[in-house]
């Protein structure tokens, strides 16, 4: 059987449109936290529409400047922005990359070095997440997070 070349070039168009896209599933999302969230024994967290949709609002928003400014919502929140396509393991990984700075005897950061994106992502009282992308206006991608019930209470250990 003849298989037309239109219809090869469209077969690799969606595939290539199906890998692009699943980076950046709920799913890979979620993978990505509930990873480092079960490196230190803590349960895993469940998707969120409502905080994806508080996500794709914030995310539309800084999508003219890419400025990384928390939103000051009723959720914690994680960002994240790079100059490349940044997809949603690269960004859960860059906060989970925080753990080196976290001291857990003296339940803080170390040497001066940001820790909270870390603690966010594994405190064990948040069960819900919602995360968005959006390309910049400068060409940048931002990303962003939510969690609910918020964490880093100051005094709390996130586990």
């Not at 949603?88 to 803080?108: C, I, P, R």
């Amino acid at each position: 059987m003849d298989i037309p070349k239109l219809s090869i070039l469209s077969i690799c168009l969606m595939v290539a449109l199906q890998l692009a896209c699943a980076q950046n599933s709920p799913g890979d999302f979620l993978k990505a936290h509930n990873a480092g969230r079960a490196q230190v024994g803590v349960p895993p967290l469940a998707w969120n529409e409502t905080l994806v949709a508080y996500a794709q609002d914030y995310a539309k928003k800084r999508s003219g400047d890419c400025a990384m400014k928390h939103s000051d919502g009723p959720y914690g929140e994680n960002l994240a922005a790079g100059s490349w396509d940044v997809n949603a393991k690269e960004a859960v990984q860059m906060w989970l990359d925080e753990k080196k700075f976290y001291d857990v005897g003296s339940n803080s950061c170390i040497g001066g070095e940001p820790c909270l994106h870390y603690t966010q992502v594994v405190w064990r009282g948040s069960t819900h997440v919602g995360c968005a992308r959006a390309k910049c206006s400068n060409g940048w991608t931002f990303v962003t997070c939510n969690y609910d019930p918020p964490g880093n209470y100051v005094g709390e250990r996130p586990y």
